[in-house]
């Protein structure tokens, strides 16, 4: 116990180490004053009694200083000393202090920030057991050599036989419409499955169980529900295993439900078996993932299937392997190593700044140091000092980068496109910041501690004398830092606003018809439906035209959005070239005027189009361009392939550009002379398009109470959605670009100040000896102004180099785009120069005779 | 330690000056540090001089450990002193301190003998 008590009170005299001073003083002084007593006593004189005294004591600061390590931690009262120390430095040069602190916080949370949501969206590993085992298999022609393709049935089950995969598995997607008690009929991705999917993947259901063998083999009618649909439209009810629903009207049970986010592909609603009917068709539709057994790398189980492919085929097709993961995000991997080089680089500013501001400190710092040498301070003291300070320093950027990261992690979240996986786990990724700290840390800790490495080798004079001449040699190497610097904020700068172009060249874009206020509902007849399609299109655009705040309706089997539909091979009457193809568009008549095509030529199609009715067309600009090369279309006759008979063009529309895409050649056909099993409705609201939501859905089931009308949406949603991936790339890029911008700016203020630190003197001798301040102020800003430029030169020539793989993220702008490369490099030098006057101006402030007497 | 020149004063084995103080306080009543350090140096034998300072230490620990307290009195001189008295805990303590002392003088006056012969 005693020596608890000891141990407490000795804190205790750490965090108040001023409590028993006045005591001690108070009680050494009685203690001399006693000696004194004595020694004159014995007939000393009083100066002798009091130099006995003295030297009875052993000195009054000697005892003082034993009473003090006595009475506390010594090494900790010196940490609490030191880190005061290293406050009160702070608040003397606190714009320093500011930028690297801040310096420091950017490089440790917001680029964890910006770097968490890049990894989170485009890198995540699937959310599969030993993912790296996980491949898919392609196919293609060898001659004529075809792009990579999916699998057909007879090949799975070959591929399945080989000993280079564990297992292996099929599945491929279709869209369907569920039904059942108490549902609402849903359109729903339905994954068709061959072979175990799941045990391949490694992910069981959550709730109830996945496919047996037998199932499998025999097609029984059992499905497995995704997380999401399970919650959305069977309310999480945990006792849904069993239940009875309907896809397309026949019956299927439901067996289990799959984990949130888990079960492939990702936008699966749920999973069946492939029918005996599938099977027999062996389309070439399959995804086939296999897990490859231990041990066999992905070459050895490449070479196994393509001699499987070739054999099967007689030497016609191939296949190969490749990693799942890498396939899933092939797509936006151009995207996603911009982004990464992008962090990367904003680290390297952060820890160039820290370098440069402590660096700088360290500089200045060298004569207080060597002071101190001299007055007898351990090397060891000195470092534990330093060091301090440096981990003041870094815990202040640290605490501020972890708020500003996830601040801006919260507003990332905000912008992201809305198919984030598992959006509510996400967190500041701990090894990002992780790296972030130790990376900037480190410098900060290795920068800071130079001048104390080097006090073993200083003298007094050396250390003090030498300080200005080692100024100029460091600040060469900061001015190579700081050049650094500006030229990757030129290149992050620059991709940031070829990115902004990019977008604002996407938000101005053209679409050729009008995709305001227009909504579309999808429509599945479906296998299940067995009345007149033609009939009930009319009673839906019926319908939906006499309701108030529907401007017009109308039904077409495709959005205006979609380009690609289906193809049709055509040969216009009466000339001799062999036959184009163009894409079959069948809508009702007043789809042209519902979606805003200009009619540019004839007529638009009418009632009277009917089925017993000569077939008419009507063509786009692009199959006049085209197939008729230029000339009149309106009068020629043309037969197809999808229809028979030879139809008549009765009109031109204008082409469709959905997101500047250019349309192909397309024939227009009405929906009363071919028949379409599904398509969508599209109404144009007379204000916004979603207050008439209810109203149309209740409008439309009171038509066709069994249509699933879940797939109602803004037509501008789907452009929308094309952009995303460019909009929320351009968010990020001017994240990076603008940490780069304030790294750099902080950098050039930092080099112009400590140049400036440097060279007071002789500045100072200059205004004495009469130069102007304009003259002094180029003095000082000359230096920095050619790092700018060179910098910006060398960062222009980066950008370039860098274009090609920001290319496939930009539309309508090249990455050479001059206004882009000019833009970055002269706002980063005006920024960097008024950087520069202001430090100068510091200093020209200043009385030279004052700087002189006291430099 | 700082150096000192002078030869004649003696530096105590660590861990000693506390039980001697504690002694002295249990035998001469409530004393000042400097009481403690002229009663030392009058035990003395051959007499020597103490470094008075060195007493500081020591008096801290055995306060901190709740073994002795000080307060402020006037002494017989009429000068103000901080005098040390040892505490009930502090007398429980000097037993046992005093027990470990003899142990560890008797084993080393044992080895010397030994060792001298």
Known sequence: MPSLRRFLRRLLNVVLPHRDEDALSRELAAHLALLEDEFRRRGLSAAEARRHAWLALGGIEQAKERHRDARSFRWLDDLRRDAFYAIRLMRRSPVAALAAILSLAIGIGLNAAIFTVVDWVLLRPLPFAAPQELVRVFTAGISPATAPAAVTFSELAAFSHTNVFR????????????????????????????????????????????????????????????????????????????????????????IGVMGPGRGYPADADLWRPLTAAEREDDDRDLVVIGRVSDHVPPSRASAEVGTIARAMSNGARTAWVEDLQRTTVTSVSAALQTLLAAAMLTLVLACANVAALVGARAVDRAGEMGLRGALGATRRRVLAQLLTESVVLSTAGGVLGLLLGQWALNGLVALAPVAIPRLAEISLDGRVIGIGALLTIITGVAVGLAPALQLSSETLTSA??????????????????????????????????????????????????????????????????????????????????????????????RLPTQIVGVRTAIAVVGEARASATATLRPVSPTYFDTVGLRLTEGRAFNEADLPNRSRVAIVNAAFVRDILGGRSAVGARLTASLFDGTASIVGVVSDTTPGAQADRPALYVPVAQLGIGGGYLIVRAATDPDSIVPSLKARLRSVAPALALDRTRRVAAALEESRAVTRFSTELASGFAGLALLLATIGVYGLTASDVAARWRELAVRLALGASRSTALWTIVRPCAAILAAGAALGVVGALAAGPSLQSLLQGVRATDALALAVAPLFLCAIGLIAAILAARRVLGANPAATLRNG | MPPSGDKSRVELLPGTLELIVLRTLTTM?????????????????????????????????????????????????????????????????????????????????????????
């Open chain 1, 167 to 254: 297992d292996a598995a099929g599945v491929s997607t279709t869209t369907r419409v569920m039904t059942g008690r108490d549902l609402d009929p849903t359109h729903v991705v339905i994954a068709r499955v061959a072979g175990d999917l799941f045990s391949t993947l490694g992910a069981q259901p959550a709730i109830g169980r996945s496919f047996s063998r037998q199932e499998l083999a025999a097609a029984a009618p059992v499905v497995v529900l995704s997380h999401a649909v399970w919650q959305q439209r069977f309310g999480a009810d945990p006792a849904v295993v069993g239940r009875a629903i309907g896809i397309d009207g026949s019956p299927a049970v439901v």
């Open chain 1, 464 to 557: 003090i004398g030498r300080t200005s001449a080692r100024a100029t040699a460091r600040s060469n190497g900061r001015r190579i830092l700081v050049g650094a610097q500006i030229a990757i904020a030129v290149v992050l700068t620059t991709g940031a606003v070829l990115l902004t172009r990019s977008l604002q060249h996407l938000v101005a874009i053209d679409h050729g018809f009008s995709p305001d206020r227009l909504l579309s509902v999808e429509l599945s007849l479906g296998r299940g439906f067995s009345g007149d399609a033609r009939q009930l299109f009319r009673e839906l655009i019926a319908g939906a035209e006499t309701l108030p705040g529907i401007e017009a309706a109308a039904v077409a089997m």
């Open chain 2, 29 to 117: 009543g409530p004393q000042h540090a400097y009481g403690i350090a002229a009663r030392v140096e009058q035990v003395a034998e051959p007499p020597f001089r103490l470094n008075q300072g060195t007493l500081y230490p020591a008096l801290v620990r055995l306060e901190q450990k709740g073994w002795i307290k000080g307060s402020w009195r006037i002494t017989e001189s009429n000068r103000e002193a901080r005098y040390y008295a040892i505490t009930r805990a502090g007398t429980r303590a000097l037993a046992g301190e005093i027990d470990r002392w003899q142990r560890s003088a008797g084993l080393i006056n044992r080895l010397l003998t030994n060792e001298g012969d």
